[in-house]
């Protein structure tokens, strides 16, 4: 109990528990948070955005964010900066490229100070434990913007834009040739919550995450989606309505990537490969591409390459994001995208 004539402090942003969303989750730190109805949401607040921007051009005015990237970054720093100033918010960045999160004073006394100054919490790092001890001790919203686990913004942002090309993904196939790694497991993730089928083609020895592959399969059973995991590329690519690679090597590995280059190169996309898909397949990446490697020029450059949509797209699904985290679920707009 306080002392007579003490006031004691308590953060007005401080509390137990983060307050649940009715449809909603408290972080998006991996595509599970979200289960099938937080990426519908997601995808349908994100096609109502990118239609009618102006209508939210001050939904998130007062609100502030930063972003705290252990790893360098063009697409996904300057599309959530973009996207929280376009809704009205401010953002702060800060460099941790030279040292962890963590090193310098806990992650718990980092949150704690985190939680009294901003409203939401964006985190780039090597760790995916970085991003979990985030948000089990900060009580405003976190969101992970890569970790060596898994790219949740990224995976969102794809199947907006196959959501774009396609419609209704139920009966549509996403091949992944290459490095089982964080944007195959998001991919993963996102397309069992959507009830979509996905193969993905790696080495032996470079397959997903057995827990991830578990989980993406439990999440498929409610769905209807289906997950295949192979070895064999054209096998993947048969029929496929899109074709995505991502690089053999990603950051933290540099110390693989000569073995690497000698295990991956029949998992190239090429045109000989992108003639197995459909004729109307797509080819994605999330980029930086590693031109000549993993894909070729004839294919990162062809008409089936949707790689700036995907950029683009990174844009109006993490202001869906930031909305819905943000308190805006219960205030979306009554008209439609078509209205």
């Known amino acids: ?14 509390r137990s528990e983060k307050s649940p969303q009715v449809f909603w989750c408290s972080d998006v730190i991996s595509t599970r948070d979200l289960g099938p109805a937080g990426v519908e949401a997601v995808l349908r607040l994100a096609a109502i955005m990118k239609a009618r921007p102006a209508d939210f051009r001050k939904a998130l005015s007062g609100r502030q964010m930063v972003m705290f990237f252990e790893k360098p970054s063009l697409r996904t720093r300057l599309t959530f900066e973009a996207g929280m100033n376009s809704l ?35 985190l780039r790092t ?10 089990h001790h900060a009580c405003v919203p976190v969101i992970n913007a890569l ?4 790219h949740p913004c990224q995976a969102l942002a794809d199947y907006f834009t196959l959501v774009e090309r396609f419609g209704d993904l139920k009966d549509r196939t996403l091949a992944y040739v290459g490095d ?11 397309a069992a919550c959507l009830g979509s089928s996905i193969r993905v083609a790696t080495p032996a020895g470079y397959a997903p995450n057995p827990q991830i592959v578990a989980d993406a399969r439990a999440i498929a059973e409610q769905t209807g989606g289906e997950i ?6 054209r096998e993947a690519v048969a029929g496929a309505d899109a074709v995505y690679t991502d690089a053999w090597t990603s950051m933290g590995q540099e110390g693989e990537e000569n073995k690497r280059a000698t295990i991956f190169p029949p998992y190239q996309v090429n045109a000989e490969l992108m003639a197995e898909a459909a004729p109307d397949a797509a080819f994605m990446h999330c980029l930086p591409a590693h031109r000549g490697l993993e894909v070729t020029d004839e294919v990162m450059d062809s008409a089936q390459s949707v790689i700036f949509e995907q950029a683009e797209n990174r844009l109006h699904v993490q202001k869906a994001i930031l909305y819905l985290l943000l308190g805006g679920g219960d ?3 009554a008209r439609s995208v078509h209205a």
């Open 1 to 14: 109990m306080s002392s007579p004539g003490v006031v004691s402090y308590k953060s007005s942003r401080a």
């Open 88 to 122: 009205g918010g401010s953002t702060m960045f800060v460099d941790q490229t030279q040292e962890r999160l963590g090193a310098r004073e806990t992650l718990s006394d980092v949150a704690h100070n985190l939680e009294r100054w901003v409203d939401l919490i964006v």
């Open 126 to 135: 090597f760790s995916q434990q970085t991003i979990d001890g985030m948000a």
């Open 147 to 150: 970790s060596d686990i898994e």
């Open 180 to 190: 089982g790694n964080n944007v195959a497991h998001s991919l993963l993730l996102t």
């Open 228 to 233: 295949s995991l192979l070895t064999d590329p």
């Open 331 to 333: 205030r979306l707009p």
